[in-house]
T-cell receptor, first 113, second 115 residues
Framework: RKEVEQDPGPFNVPEGATVAFNCTYSNSASQSFFWYRQDCRKEPKLLMSVYSSGNEDGRFTAQLNRASQYISLLIRDSKLSDSATYLCVVSNAGGTSYGKLTFGQGTILTVHP | DTGVSQDPRHKITKRGQNVTFRCDPISEHNRLYWYRQTLGQGPEFLTYFQNEAQLEKSRLLSDRFSAERPKGSFSTLEIQRTEQGDSAMYLC?????????????FGSGTRLTVV
């Protein structure tokens, strides 16, 4: 079993749609959680951190359920520019302790006119 | 430029040749990481340095791979006797101690093609 598993996708949605990505992780010691965005042939870039209380950044909402070891990302009012690969990422880093990032395989999103 | 820099951006090499990549982290960052990403997959951890000490290596880092960070600043990743399976994007990232809880910043990567 992979440490981080994501919806296989790809997702093809029209502009304005709401789309949700899900992710599960196997390491219960994980302490930090993120969504990264990766454009074609570019490096991954941090989209947002994910907190147990849930957090929102504009059209993006991330949720974490530690009991179920489940992470989600909701994108509302999709834009063409949201087309990218979305990577679910977990780490056991916390405070000053080192923890490598473990990535899911990514989910491809294509938003069409 | 205050970001993570990687050089070269692209490298095409013949099977069996040696290649070396360089990463210049953000100047005050004492932690540095190498990842590898193949098509359709997320990045996979290769190795990690704190200052000049290499503190963890993945099983993915075979004997043909070696990484150094001699003065705790830039790092190099060398692949000896390259194989076609080494074709991938090699990503470098850096952080401060205590900064990983906020994610890393990656460089633009070096795309290796072994022919």
């Amino acid at each position: 079993r992979k440490e981080v598993e994501q919806d296989p996708g790809p997702f093809n949605v029209p502009e304005g749609a709401t789309v949700a990505f899900n992710c599960t992780y196997s390491n219960s010691a994980s302490q930090s959680f993120f969504w990264y965005r990766q454009d074609c042939r570019k490096e991954p870039k941090l989209l947002m951190s994910v907190y147990s209380s849930g957090n929102e950044d504009g059209r993006f909402t991330a949720q974490l359920n530690r009991a179920s070891q489940y992470i989600s990302l909701l994108i509302r009012d999709s834009k063409l520019s949201d087309s990218a690969t979305y990577l679910c990422v977990v780490s056991n880093a916390g405070g000053t302790s080192y923890g490598k990032l473990t990535f899911g395989q990514g989910t491809i999103l294509t938003v069409h006119p | 430029d205050t970001g993570v820099s990687q050089d070269p951006r692209h490298k095409i090499t013949k099977r069996g040749q040696n290649v070396t990549f360089r990463c210049d982290p953000i100047s005050e960052h004492n932690r540095l990481y190498w990842y590898r990403q193949t098509l359709g997959q997320g990045p996979e951890f290769l190795t990690y340095f704190q200052n000049e000490a290499q503190l963890e290596k993945s099983r993915l880092l075979s004997d043909r791979f070696s990484a150094e960070r001699p003065k705790g600043s830039f790092s190099t990743l060398e692949i000896q006797r390259t194989e076609q399976g080494d074709s991938a994007m090699y990503l470098c990232a850096s952080s401060l101690v205590g900064g990983e809880g906020y994610g890393y910043t990656f460089g633009s990567g070096t795309r290796l093609t072994v022919v």
